[in-house]
């Protein structure tokens, strides 16, 4: 089993971390299992097995990463659009807003930096900016203070 191993792996590895890999991989059943990327039933005898062939592999690890990939960009790129317009709300003195009409502006409901139950009230985060909300309203719109141990003055 040992000498299956890639090169790079049974030359680096410690024979502990080996007897773990080995361990873990028949623990795995794969009684009937198939492959990730085509549903083709796999061979038995390997129990690690979880692609029919490298392609196959290959494919679903190229899509899951792409997946994830564009989830990431576009959850950056609702975050940014948010926070530009609680940016431009603060700077034009608004401190509260009607849901609707913050959501007519393009704002996204769906995603925040961080959420918060203050005072039986949800506070959400939008970076630094921060907000209240009720059913109907945004309120108390305004930016955190920096925390105390970030600053880098002497
Ligand atoms: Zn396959």
């Known amino acids: 089993m040992r000498n299956n191993l890639p090169y790079p792996l049974r030359t680096l590895a410690s ?10 991989s028949y623990e795995e059943d794969n009684g009937g299992k198939r492959c990730l990327e085509c549903g083709d039933v796999l061979p038995y ?10 392609s196959c592999k290959n494919k679903w690890h190229y899509q899951s990463r792409s997946w994830v ?18 940016e431009a709300l603060l700077e034009s003195g608004v401190a509260s807003i009607d849901i609707p009409d913050l959501a007519q502006m393009g704002y996204n409901f769906d995603c925040v930096t961080s959420y918060h139950k203050v005072r039986n009230r949800d506070e959400y985060r939008c970076y630094d900016i921060k907000y209240c909300m009720s ?7 305004e930016r955190c203070p920096p925390p105390p141990s970030t600053s880098s003055d002497p």
């Open 15 to 24: 024979q502990r971390i080996l007897v773990h890999i080995v361990h873990m």
């Open 45 to 54: 005898g390997r129990k690690d097995m979880k692609f029919c062939s490298s």
């Open 69 to 86: 990939g564009a989830l990431k960009l576009r959850t950056r790129s609702i975050l940014d659009k948010n926070y530009s317009i609680l």
């Open 135 to 141: 059913a109907s309203r945004v309120f108390k719109l």
